[in-house]
């Protein structure tokens, strides 16, 4: 899969077909520093600007979980 970022969050495309398959954002929150797919392509994680962590299911484009860290910029993401 392919992520795309946008204005208010990103959208992942099928890297074959470059056809849209899901849009993620949610509320008003603005994408920011990093960004990673997990090693399965199952969940995308993306920052944002107010320093939340959202995680995303790929395969049905829903928000499975959110989190803050309080005031602290998370600048980068690395999974295991």
Known sequence: QLAALTSDGYELYDCLTLQLIHRLTYKNK?????????????????????GDILVWN????????SFSLGKVWITQILLS
């Open 30 to 50: 603005k994408p920011r520093f990093d960004k990673v797919f997990s090693h399965d392509d199952k969940f995308f994680i993306y920052t944002t600007q107010d």
């Open 58 to 65: 790929t395969q049905t484009g829903e928000l499975i979980r």
